[in-house]
């Protein structure tokens, strides 16, 4: 007695595949964004972390908490923090300007995006001096110290890798008190107040700011980075 053939025929076998086919595009997209933006999230906190224990060391070393009253300009301040990295790049040329070190002679509001990635960004927080760290990652700041503050606005992974967003790879703080705090916290210029959360992290507001904030958020918020738009 012949027994009954288990073997799928050809035609079988190609609709199987066009159906892994098409189940696979339609989940890779997402896997591969999940895994950026878990990515992104590990590399912050450890800027962060590393950024906050330079300023503490500088702060003891120097013998004066780190406030724009002791730092009269951003060359200043930033030529003695740098040195607390294990790696980095200094100016050259008498310069720290940001984007003479980018190699690609565009403006910052070209390079960057606001957080919904619909308008060119106000770079009047971190568009006069920079310095590049170890792994690509910049940390830029802004000359008005009278009117702004200290703010650091770091670039997690450098202006050359995407996507080059506030709130995704770039991210603004501000020294408060001695302290780095996440613009958006509690006396920072541009805090989150109860009745404007989101103003400026807003994936459906087109400001110039949108995305200043959202370093407070990417803190404070569990599942900030698994919920990035797409």
Not at 123 to 129: L, P, R
Not at 152 to 169: E, M, R, S
Not at 180 to 203: E, I, V
Request: with cysteine; glycine share 6%.
């Amino acid at each position: 007695m012949l027994g009954h053939s288990c073997a799928f025929t050809l035609a079988e076998v190609l609709i199987t595949l066009g159906i892994i086919g098409v189940v696979a595009s339609m989940t890779m997209p997402s896997l591969i964004q999940d895994k950026q933006n878990k990515e992104l999230e590990a590399k912050f906190k450890k800027v962060y972390s590393v950024m906050q224990q330079a300023l503490v060391k500088m702060s003891f070393d120097e013998g004066q908490a780190v406030t724009y009253e002791n730092y009269k300009s951003p060359i200043a301040f930033l030529n003695i923090y740098r040195t607390y990295f294990i790696q980095y790049i200094p100016c050259t040329k008498g310069r720290c300007d940001g984007y003479s070190v980018s190699e690609s002679g565009q403006n910052i509001s070209k390079i960057y995006k606001t957080f919904n990635g619909k308008s060119s960004i106000d770079s009047s927080y971190f568009d006069d001096t920079n310095t590049i760290i170890a792994d690509g990652i910049e940390i830029l700041t802004n000359g008005d110290y009278r009117s702004y503050g200290i703010n650091l606005t770091v670039d997690i992974n450098g202006h050359k890798a995407k996507p080059n967003k506030w709130g995704y790879d770039l991210f603004t703080f501000q020294m408060v008190n001695g302290k780095l705090l996440p613009m958006g916290a509690d006396n920072t210029n541009y805090y989150n107040q109860p009745l404007t959360p989101d103003l400026y992290c807003n994936k459906d507001i087109s400001n110039s700011r949108n995305g200043l904030t959202c370093s407070s958020k990417a803190l404070s918020e569990a599942n900030y980075f698994k919920n990035l738009p797409k």
